[in-house]
């Protein structure tokens, strides 16, 4: 009974609009109040309060931060400039470069829509002048942003291991490779898209691309014959400071130099010298409305994480994960057939809710099922993450749909189904993930 009042309760309230953190804080009151005699209502406010004072989230506004101080601050530019002297002469080169930038920046930002506004405001329109079609070019641009809570640093793996207790470092390791498959396979489904859609390159050679001069040069020149090593010396010189930055994070991380929270704080004031005092591209303004812009998303977003921990809290103490893996291991106990049970809910679940809010209210329900079968929990937060990731280019609830939406000026229904080859490659690279451990354990079997 108290399983089903409180997850009744809880669709009832998100049916009726009510938003996210405001129903899971609702129906954990309503539940504890009439159908438990254990749980106090202060040992749940405490449990809100006493959660957020946590050094671990501090690193998810703090790499909010970061990310926008670098976008305002001349490093999108640059990543673009850089990832077009790389791919820009292949067919289908204008696409390829949208994701090889955005596994670029992810590494910067650790947002998916973040990620999206960033580079699309720039590859959207490029791609479109080179006919590729605006709803493929809306779409790639989208695919390729839900790689941006893939690759480290990602505030998802920082959320996943504050509610599950999971180490973000060893997170943000297993998220190396799977961020890298998923770009590789855009890139080689853009490769074959464009084939076929017969779009040419033109005939400008890459040392003429350079989106810093855009006076000179327009941006479609990008897509080039042929390679010049030159030209790509040169961009990764121009890209250098923004390159660092991973290296700065991840490097300070596994070298034991500083932990992930402080990982981000130093993030912030990489980002802050190297937009103001580097490329002279941030003006004092621009660190304002990128504080103010933090603000904005971190309050919008962190009460959700205080009420998710007393609404785990309630779920522990009635052992409602337990019934729910019970119900589950009913079914089947073959991880491979409860793998695929979890994939499918959680491609339903992320078409309709915000990542966040959704590994805010699944990590303390589905954690202890795979663990019980035996799933590692850093491999079951590649796989948490990546579903949800995926839920970002699907309607009603595509994020990202919607930032490249509002960029290309282009209906959601057309990038929706300009994204489904897209999306058939991303499931496919789940799958994939899913039941080969190794290319998520890998990296962090190494540093163990």
């Given amino acids: 009974m108290t399983t089903i009042a ?5 669709f009832l309230l998100i049916a009726l609009s009510v938003p996210i953190g405001i129903a899971i804080g609702l129906s954990t009151l309503f539940t504890a109040l009439f159908f438990t005699d254990s749980i106090p209502v202060m040992t749940l406010t405490q449990k809100v309060f006493t959660s957020l004072d946590s050094f671990p989230i501090m690193a998810i506004p703090f790499f909010m931060m970061a990310g926008i101080l670098m976008g305002k601050g001349g490093v999108s530019k640059r990543l673009l400039d850089f ?70 640093p990602s ?3 920082v959320l996943y291991g504050v509610i599950g207790g999971v180490s973000i470092g060893s997170l943000f390791l297993a998220g ?13 489904a853009s490769y074959f898209i464009i084939k076929r859609k017969s779009v040419k390159n033109t005939e400008n050679t890459a040392s003429q691309f350079n989106v810093l001069d855009e006076t000179s040069v327009t941006i479609e020149q990008m897509n080039v014959k042929r390679i010049s090593f030159k030209h790509v010396l040169q961009t990764f010189y121009e890209a250098k400071w923004a390159l660092l930055t991973p290296v700065i994070i991840l490097g300070g991380i596994y070298g034991s130099i500083f932990t992930p929270t402080e990982s981000a704080a130093v993030a912030i004031m990489y980002g802050l010298i190297v937009g103001k005092f580097i490329h002279k591209e941030l003006s004092w303004k621009d660190v304002y409305d990128s504080a103010l812009e933090t603000i904005q998303v971190i309050g919008a977003t962190l009460y959700m994480i205080g009420l998710s921990i007393a609404f ?28 695929l049970l979890i994939i499918l809910f959680l491609l339903v679940v992320g078409a309709f809710l915000d990542t966040i809010a959704a590994l805010v209210i699944l990590t303390p329900i ?8 035996g799933v590692d929990p850093v491999h079951f937060g590649v796989i948490l993450v990546t579903a949800l990731a995926i839920g970002f280019i699907t309607p009603p609830v595509g994020v990202n749909l919607f930032v490249a939406s509002a960029i290309g000026n282009i209906s959601i229904e057309k990038i ?24 998520s354990t890998f990296l962090p079997s190494l540093s163990t």
């Fill in 366 to 373: 589905l954690l202890p099922i795979v663990t019980q079968i």
């Fill in 155 to 157: 505030i998802p793996f």
């Fill in 83 to 152: 990832a077009g002297s790389l791919v820009g002469f292949v067919a289908g080169g204008l696409a390829m470069v949208t994701v090889l930038t955005c596994m670029f920046f992810s590494a910067i930002s650790g947002s998916g829509p973040a990620t999206v506004a960033a580079i699309g405001s720039f590859m959207i329109p490029a791609m479109e002048r080179e006919k590729y079609g605006r709803g493929f070019a809306a779409a790639i641009t989208a695919s390729a942003g839900a790689i941006g809570v893939i690759i480290p």
């Fill in 6 to 10: 409180l997850f009744l309760s809880l």
């Fill in 416 to 439: 929706a189904v300009a994204a489904i080859p897209l999306f058939i490659v991303m499931l496919a690279i789940l799958f994939l993930l899913s039941y080969v451990p190794f290319f």
């Fill in 176 to 188: 190396i490779l799977p961020g890298i498959m998923i770009g590789l396979s855009l890139m080689i």
């Fill in 312 to 339: 785990a809290y309630v779920l522990n103490i009635e052992q409602i994960p337990q019934q729910i893996a019970d119900f589950i291991l009913g079914f089947s106990t073959n991880v491979y057939v409860v793998l």
